[in-house]
């Protein structure tokens, strides 16, 4: 098994090129199922997420040919509408496919994600969506059957949650279907925002983007288009905070800085310098110790779950007490155990995490408990005192391109090995 050792105590500087968004591209690449032409996706990450999900696909018959950071999908002759349990259990986002399926083929077979280690995800809300839209809905030997022989009709529907992916399954469902769609209390997500343009390319027509209510007027078929993924804002956040808690000083080309308002706000309300320049942020730091901050994750614009973990981990050296609110998933505080094992000082307390900073963290062996923590147990081993082993690191392949090569290229002492 990998892990990666990090050796605490260097300071980061220089440059690092955020990546295509693992979660604008998983969207994206479902969205080829929508049509018989060639969707090319440009600036697409190197993670073992996307290849899962193009296992997916070509076990749907569509052919996927890559060449570096591009990569055209052509679903012109689809041999499947289902989607096999092991490709769903390792990654959830396999049941972006659900929608597109449907309302190209009038039926999927999805096995339902099962309990996941950072909460319960269900999948009611794409169901009761579709099921609004004419779908029947029926649940058997662990899979879901979605059925609309003579296609999917527009409805209009009120998510009685905000849901990122149940937003996108009906999105790309709602652009093949007979009349109008509306999308109420949708999610705001940039990533939705891109896979909004991108159908518009392919020739769906759908206004308000961007916001919470989504109109789509149905078309009768989608054709080909070329389009490139949004820069990947979590994993600017992600190095904006690796810039922080070294004192360090990181250009992040291509990074959008709309897209992380509320992380950037707490950076800055810390004493961090963030400057936007030319498309890219650049994060630096002279605070030797940076002040403790309370933040909640909430839907965008709010703070995104997905940097909790790593603003978590930044909080554990800070001066003073930090509280912690996760409004979006109930379980997912599982980073807490580990970086305790660092030194950190973290008490839970029903959805919110009290974050006592310690003057320093000390380098021990961790477990990377899901994606994004196993990126929080990186950050924290960049300043604790000597060797910080993380283990499990298949979750941080799944999400994250080159982590090491990146911050080693600023100067982090990181490395893999192959045990
Ligand atoms: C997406 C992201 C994930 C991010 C999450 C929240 C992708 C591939 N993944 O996940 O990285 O952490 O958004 O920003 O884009 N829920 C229900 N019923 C449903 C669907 C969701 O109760 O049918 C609940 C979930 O359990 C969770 C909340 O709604 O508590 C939000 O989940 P959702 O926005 O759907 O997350 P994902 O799309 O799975």
Same mark, same amino acid.
């Given at each position: 098994?990998?892990?990666?050792?990090?050796?605490?105590?260097?300071?980061?500087?220089?440059?690092?090129?955020?990546?295509?968004?693992?979660?604008?591209?998983?969207?994206?690449?479902?969205?080829?199922?929508?049509?018989?032409?060639?969707?090319?996706?440009?600036?697409?990450?190197?993670?073992?997420?996307?290849?899962?999900?193009?296992?997916?696909?070509?076990?749907?018959?569509?052919?996927?040919?890559?060449?570096?950071?591009?990569?055209?999908?052509?679903?012109?002759?689809?041999?499947?509408?289902?989607?096999?349990?092991?490709?769903?259990?390792?990654?959830?986002?396999?049941?972006?496919?659900?929608?597109?399926?449907?309302?190209?083929?009038?039926?999927?077979?999805?096995?339902?994600?099962?309990? *996941?280690?950072?909460?319960?995800? @269900?999948?009611?809300?794409?169901?009761?969506?579709?099921?609004?839209?004419?779908?029947?809905?029926?649940?058997?030997?662990?899979?879901?059957?979605?059925?609309?022989?003579?296609?999917?009709?527009?409805?209009?529907?009120?998510?009685?949650?905000?849901?990122?992916?149940?937003?996108?399954?009906?999105?790309?469902?709602?652009?093949?279907?007979?009349?109008?769609?509306?999308?109420?209390?949708?999610?705001?997500?940039?990533?939705?925002?891109?896979?909004?343009? *991108?159908?518009?390319?392919?020739?769906?027509?759908?206004?308000?983007?961007?916001?919470?209510?989504?109109?789509?007027?149905?078309?009768?078929?989608?054709?080909?288009?070329?389009?490139?993924?949004?820069?990947?804002?979590?994993?600017?956040?992600?190095?904006?905070?690796?810039?922080?808690?070294?004192?360090?000083?990181?250009?992040?080309?291509?990074?959008?800085?709309?897209?992380?308002?509320?992380?950037?706000?707490?950076?800055?309300?810390?004493?961090?310098?963030?400057?936007?320049?030319?498309?890219?942020?650049?994060?630096? *730091?002279?605070?030797?110790?940076?002040?403790?901050?309370?933040?909640?994750?909430?839907?965008?614009?709010?703070?995104?779950?997905?940097?909790?973990?790593?603003?978590?981990?930044?909080?554990?050296?800070?001066?003073?007490?930090?509280?912690?609110?996760?409004?979006?998933?109930?379980?997912?505080?599982?980073?807490? @155990?580990?970086?305790?094992?660092?030194?950190?000082?973290?008490?839970?307390?029903?959805?919110?995490?009290?974050?006592?900073?310690?003057?320093?963290?000390?380098?021990?062996?961790?477990?990377?408990?899901?994606?994004?923590?196993?990126?929080?147990?990186?950050?924290?081993?960049?300043?604790?005192?000597?060797?910080?082993?993380?283990?499990?690191?298949?979750?941080?392949?799944?999400?994250?391109?080159?982590?090491?090569?990146?911050?080693?290229?600023?100067?982090?002492?990181?490395?893999?090995?192959?045990?």
């Amino acid at each position: 098994m990998a892990k990666i050792l990090v050796q605490g105590g260097n300071r980061l500087a220089g440059k690092i090129t955020i990546s295509g968004a693992k979660n604008a591209a998983l969207p994206l690449m479902a969205a080829a199922l929508l049509t018989d032409q060639k969707l090319t996706l440009t600036n697409m990450p190197g993670l073992d997420d996307v290849l899962t999900m193009s296992n997916l696909l070509r076990g749907l018959g569509v052919s996927v040919d890559r060449d570096g950071s591009q990569i055209t999908f052509d679903a012109g002759n689809l041999t499947s509408t289902e989607a096999p349990d092991e490709l769903v259990r390792i990654m959830r986002a396999s049941v972006l496919v659900l929608g597109p399926l449907v309302a190209r083929e009038g039926k999927a077979r999805v096995s339902l994600p099962g309990g *996941c280690a950072i909460g319960a995800r @269900p999948v009611d809300l794409h169901l009761n969506a579709l099921e609004q839209m004419g779908a029947e809905i029926s649940v058997r030997d662990g899979f879901v059957e979605v059925l609309a022989p003579s296609g999917l009709t527009g409805a209009f529907i009120t998510f009685p949650k905000v849901s990122v992916g149940a937003t996108e399954n009906l999105l790309m469902a709602a652009a093949l279907a007979k009349g109008e769609t509306v999308l109420n209390n949708a999610a705001q997500e940039p990533e939705i925002t891109d896979l909004a343009h *991108c159908l518009q390319a392919m020739g769906a027509k759908i206004s308000g983007i961007g916001t919470s209510r989504l109109t789509i007027e149905g078309v009768p078929t989608l054709s080909g288009a070329s389009h490139p993924v949004v820069a990947d804002r979590i994993e600017a956040g992600t190095f904006a905070v690796a810039a922080a808690m070294t004192q360090g000083d990181l250009l992040l080309e291509n990074a959008r800085a709309d897209h992380l308002t509320a992380p950037i706000d707490i950076l800055r309300r810390a004493g961090v310098e963030v400057i936007e320049q030319d498309g890219s942020i650049r994060v630096k *730091c002279d605070v030797d110790r940076l002040p403790a901050i309370d933040f909640t994750t909430e839907p965008f614009p709010a703070f995104p779950t997905d940097l909790q973990a790593q603003f978590m981990a930044m909080m554990t050296v800070a001066s003073g007490t930090a509280v912690i609110r996760e409004t979006i998933f109930e379980n997912r505080f599982m980073h807490v @155990p580990e970086l305790t094992r660092m030194g950190a000082s973290i008490s839970i307390n029903d959805r919110s995490a009290i974050v006592r900073g310690v003057d320093g963290l000390t380098g021990a062996p961790v477990m990377a408990t899901d994606l994004r923590a196993s990126v929080a147990m990186v950050l924290a081993g960049l300043v604790a005192e000597g060797q910080t082993e993380v283990g499990n690191i298949y979750h941080l392949d799944r999400g994250y391109d080159q982590v090491e090569a990146k911050l080693s290229a600023v100067g982090a002492a990181i490395r893999r090995v192959e045990e």
